[in-house]
T-cell receptor
Framework: DSGVTQTPKHLITATGQRVTLRCSPR?????VYWYQQSLDQGLQFLIQ???????AKGNILERFSAQQFPDLHSELNLSSLELGDSALYFC????????????FGPGTRLTVT | AQSVTQLDSQVPVFEEAPVELRCNYS??????LFWYVQYPNQGLQLLLK??????LVESINGFEAEFNKSQTSFHLRKPSVHISDTAEYFC????????????FGIGTKLQVIP
């Protein structure tokens, strides 16, 4: 158990809908990272927050957004969903912005039908 | 920008046989290198990392990786695999200066055959 929790574990929704994925980092970790894992693209970095502020951005679509709240949990919002958004979404956390090890949550499997 | 290439998408190997999972990277600056493991239905876990110093790094469960700067490689090896090593292995890289995002390879599925 990494100490990172993600909810829900599974999510099935229809195209055009909007969903919110939630992540609670390890106790004491200030950084949260979001990744998308799909069969054809592998593990893609989406976005990082550090202590409530956006710190780095990767291949995140404009339809996707994220935030980190004062209690350090984070939410990833996916809107206008398309079939191609079906994937595993992982959250990871680390103590700081430049620490070496990221601790991954178990993931949320999103299926868009 | 940096990139990571994992040359094998799947590697089947018999139990107790040796294995090598290959990883090559590309970067214009010095880097830190990582191997993560993902067991079925779980998130990724850090297996080992190279930051500086000895180019040979080891994990607690018998894996080792060697940083080869001239060949820009960081191959993962284990002399004798167990069924429990069946998992997907990801090589990752990030620049060593300041904060930069980690870039992951596409992963190699290790299938240990009894």
């Amino acid at each position: 158990d990494s100490g990172v929790t993600q909810t829900p574990k599974h999510l099935i929704t229809a195209t055009g809908q909007r969903v919110t994925l939630r992540c609670s980092p390890r106790s004491g970790d200030l950084s949260v990272y979001w990744y998308q894992q799909s069969l054809d693209q592998g593990l893609q970095f989406l976005i990082q927050y550090y202590n409530g502020e956006e710190r780095a951005k990767g291949n995140i679509l404009e339809r996707f957004s994220a935030q980190q709240f004062p209690d350090l949990h984070s939410e990833l919002n996916l809107s206008s969903l398309e079939l191609g958004d079906s994937a595993l979404y992982f959250c990871a956390s680390s103590a700081g912005t430049a620490t070496y090890e990221q601790y991954f949550g178990p993931g949320t499997r999103l299926t868009v039908t | 920008a940096q990139s990571v290439t994992q040359l094998d998408s799947q590697v089947p190997v018999f139990e107790e046989a040796p294995v090598e999972l290959r990883c090559n990277y590309s970067s214009s600056v010095s880097v830190y290198l990582f191997w993560y493991v993902q067991y079925p239905n779980q998130g990724l876990q850090l297996l080992l990392k190279y930051l500086s110093g000895s180019t040979l790094v080891e994990s607690i469960n018998g894996f080792e990786a060697e940083f080869n700067k001239s060949q820009t490689s960081f191959h993962l090896r284990k002399p004798s695999v167990h069924i429990s090593d069946t998992a997907e292995y990801f090589c990752a890289v990030r620049p060593s200066g300041g904060y930069q995002k980690v870039t992951f390879g596409i992963g190699t599925k290790l299938q240990v055959i009894p």
